[in-house]
């Protein structure tokens, strides 16, 4: 009997995907192989960062030989589980995307491909997709653990035995769980709760992670900090879970014990059992689910007649047409679930930099007046910059955003100049409101002199203007209008020519401030008046004011022309 | 109402639109055909401001596209071939939005919103939002917001792609009630049956020019063709295999 499908139709069917990924290497010009640097770089960086973390808590455990197995044992556990919670959580919304919205279905869809071969194929693609980025970033925890082992080729061996399963069974489950709630849900349903649970995720994980303070690991005052640490985020652990198993072959693995067979047949044997209950599924439900999420529903989380409402009263006392686009892309952006996410980890951003300068270190306060305020200075470096990271993607996008409906303004009689300005006053005010937080309640934590503190708050304050300038002008100058979703934009060329500049911007800025802090420091330690650094302070923020009008006037300028000379 | 003078556009070497001359009349419905890669699509947008032309003049309603761009655009409504539009709000916003930045505001915005959702039959929906329509509702949407401002000149890139019967009927009627009214329309189209039934005037443009322009009579007797049908005249003067094909099998 002929087979239903063969392994090479998976491979026929992955091909415009690979193909894709070459053409796209062939394509990258110089700028393209600049920024893989850079990333490349930022990643490698991170990875080393995770590695001496990891390191160095596993050689500190290694001093204390009745705690080390126990102690190992756990840290893996938490590992093993947190990367397979991980792995399903981003199998789940990744399956969304390739399995049922992907524009490439409905071709595969409508084609003679045997329903296995096509759930074989998206289900390599969804794997790939959700695991490679959890793959490069496990990597140095396994490395760490493997070099503080007494049997490191053969843990490196137990993670090389495991690796597949562990991928595969998320994927395979992640699959399951985004097809079983399309067939119950519609797709639009789903998209909005998996980017809701998403980004809720996401903001609690990280918000978990820095509540428990990892620094302790750095520094360890006691072995106990560190058990009490994993176990904040230790799940009970099941025998049946798969991340138990993976968990008792690394175990054995470090240790140079026996491998338990069982467990590595139980993972294969799971896993294989996942792709095939998975394919029976597909066989089931998914015809049935690609047809639902061809279907256009109204939306029901995203829209609310009070927010509206609200909005359009907030909107009233602005001029017509300003206050049409303000609405428009309120509106727009409060009803685009991928925004809200972005919002999520914009707050748990803003919560865990004040947490920061919550724990400093309870003798800091006694610090000298001289420390405090350097910090407070250098804070307003560090403030600064996590405004552009905010701004890289709320306000650099802003004209991007207006994606393949831009011909709407453009053949318009709104001028272009409107057009930037009105986003430029669309952006600025939350930009102001989250500068002031940033730097006020850093600088409470701090216990910054009063004179640092209305420095940091007017500085920050103009620097807002430049950055939000910066962001709308570069933003027209680097527009992309077809994205497929709005983090592209930021991830752009220009995006990251717009973090080198305003980075850049923020240094003059220091260095404009830096002789009147000096000169307050300096009058301060020798008891001398005030007089002389209020001058010189005065003059730096002419100087300083006068760089961010021209922050805001010449990028706006230049974007204007660039858009203006664009062909769409 | 609608002068193009002399216009070009080159992409690099190529020459997408050739000295094009064009004067289209108050009230007129202009056709302007073409085989695909013609230049039609490249007009359009430069007559809506989309693209910069390499050299000539656009003058909509008296005003210089390029020197009072402000006024001209306030006197064009344009419906492109693709409707893309801000798919997070409601058919009513999305009206009350292009209301906004063409300047109009207050009761006679919302009641004329009214009269345009009632004409392309779109007032059901009125509250759903644009990623829920289908291609023919989005470009139903798109005539209703060309329509708002009450435009002296409307550009329109083959307005029935994606329609059904009864919306193509529609549109028919809503296009020559405008004319009627005095507008100015210039449409780009395929359909020849819809251009030699609507059209007051036809152009035909092929490789960037201006190949033949007149009433259906006056292309007849350009084309030198005995039959008096668009299909026959625009394949006889576009020539390429099509117009041999059917010389050889008229049928």
Redesign the interface.
């Known amino acids: 009997m002929r087979p239903e499908f063969t392994p090479r139709q998976i491979v026929h069917i992955l091909t415009p995907s690979l193909f894709a990924l070459r053409n796209r290497r062939r394509a990258a010009d110089r700028v393209d192989f600049l920024r893989a640097a850079l990333f490349g770089g930022i990643t490698l960086l991170f990875s080393l960062g995770i590695f001496a973390g990891f390191y160095r808590v596993l050689v500190y455990i290694g001093q204390f030989s009745e705690f080390t197995a126990p102690l190992t044992q756990q840290i893996l556990a938490t590992v093993s589980m947190f990367l397979f919670t991980v792995l399903l959580a981003s199998n789940v919304v990744t399956a969304y995307s390739t399995q049922y919205v992907s524009e490439d279905l409905s071709l595969l869809a409508s084609s003679p491909v045997p329903l296995p071969a096509l759930y074989g194929a998206r289900l390599t693609l969804t794997l790939f997709q959700s695991s490679w980025m959890v793959l490069v970033f496990s990597f140095p925890v396994y490395l760490a653990f493997a070099v503080t082992s007494p049997a490191p080729f053969r843990f490196l061996l137990a993670v090389a035995l495991i690796l597949a399963p562990l991928l595969i069974i998320p994927a395979a489950l992640g699959t399951m769980i985004t097809t079983a709630l399309i067939s119950v849900f519609s797709a639009r349903r789903v998209r909005e709760l998996l980017m809701m649970v998403g980004a809720l995720f996401v903001v609690l994980l990280v918000l978990l992670i820095r509540t428990q303070q990892p620094e302790r690991l750095l520094n360890p005052s006691s072995i106990y900090d560190i058990g009490e640490f994993f176990s904040a985020f230790h799940a009970p652990a099941s025998p049946l879970l798969p991340s138990t198993w993976a968990t008792d072959l690394l175990a054995a693995g470090r240790q140079a014990e026996p491998f338990p067979w069982f467990l590595l047949f139980l993972l294969y044997s799971t896993a294989a059992a996942a792709v095939v209950l998975g394919c029976w599924q597909a066989r089931a439900l998914y015809r049935r689910g690609y047809s639902r999420a061809q279907e ?4 029901r989380f ?2 609310s007649p009070l927010v509206d409402r609200l909005l359009e009263l907030a909107a009233r006392p602005f001029e ?2 300003f ?3 303000l ?2 892309d309120l ?2 952006f409060l ?2 679930t991928t925004q809200w996410s972005q919002l999520f980890l914009l707050l748990a951003l803003v919560v865990v930099y004040l947490y920061n300068f919550s724990v400093l270190p309870s003798n800091f306060t006694f610090a000298t007046f001289y420390l405090q305020n350097l910090f407070s200075f250098l804070n307003l470096g560090l403030a600064g910059f996590v405004l552009s990271a905010v701004a890289v993607r709320f306000v650099f996008t802003a004209v991007s955003i207006e ?3 831009f ?9 272009l100049r409107d057009f930037l300005w009105s986003k430029f006053w669309t952006a600025l005010p939350p930009l102001l409101i989250l500068s002031q937080i940033l730097t006020l309640v850093s600088n409470h934590f701090l216990g910054a002199s009063r004179f640092m503190t209305v420095l940091a708050s007017v500085s920050i304050l103009f620097v807002c203007f430049g950055i939000v300038g910066i962001g709308v002008g570069m933003g027209a100058m680097f527009p992309r209008f077809r994205f497929e979703n709005v983090t592209q934009i930021a991830g752009s060329t220009g995006g990251l020519l717009y973090m080198i500049v305003t980075t850049s911007f923020i240094a003059v800025v220091l260095f404009l401030e830096a002789l009147p802090v000096y000169f307050y420091l300096s009058a301060q330690y020798r008891g001398d008046p005030l007089d002389r650094p209020l001058l010189v302070t005065s003059l730096s923020l002419l100087a300083v004011a006068a760089l961010n009008v021209a922050a805001v006037i010449l990028p706006l300028r230049w974007g204007q022309r660039r858009l ?2 664009l ?2 | 109402m609608i002068q193009l003078q002399a216009l070009s556009k080159h992409y690099g070497q190529q020459v997408a639109v050739d000295r094009l001359s064009l004067d289209v009349k108050p009230g007129e419905l202009f056709g302007f055909l073409g085989p695909n890669g013609a230049g039609k699509t490249t007009t359009i ?1 430069m007559m ?5 032309p390499t050299s000539g003049r656009i003058v909509l309603a008296g005003h210089d596209l390029e020197r009072e ?3 001209a ?2 006197a ?1 409504g ?1 419906i ?1 071939d693709r409707p ?3 798919e ?3 058919a009513d ?1 999305f009206l ?8 109009m ?1 207050g009761g006679d915005v919302t009641r004329r919103i009214q009269e345009l959702l009632d004409l392309v039959e779109l007032r059901e929906f009125r509250g ?2 644009i ?4 291609h023919g509702m989005k470009q139903r949407l798109v005539m209703a ?1 060309s329509f708002i401002h009450e435009p002296k000149v409307l550009v329109v890139d083959e307005p029935m792609v994606g329609l059904d019967p009864k919306g193509t009927r529609l549109i028919k009627g809503m296009f020559r009630e405008r004319c009627r009214k005095g507008e100015t329309i210039f449409m780009s189209t395929h359909t020849l049956e819809v251009a030699q039934e609507m059209c007051d005037r036809i152009g035909i443009i092929l490789k960037g020019q201006l190949i033949a322009l007149g009433s259906m009579d006056e292309l007849q007797q350009q084309a030198e063709s005995k039959i008096p049908a668009l299909e026959h005249i625009f394949l006889k003067l576009t020539g390429g295999d099509g117009f041999r094909e059917i010389e050889r099998d008229p049928v």
């Open positions: 256009a529903l109204p939306a995203t829209t017509l047409r206050r049409s686009l609405l428009k509106k727009s009803r685009d994606g393949r409906a011909w709407i303004i453009r053949s318009s009689p709104l001028s203006a000379a062909e769409i | 947008k809506a401001g989309l693209l910069r761009p402000e006024k655009k306030a064009l344009f492109p893309f539009l801000y997070k709000l409601s916003e009350q939005f292009v209301a906004g930045i063409y300047g505001n759903n939002l990623e829920s329509f289908s917001a």
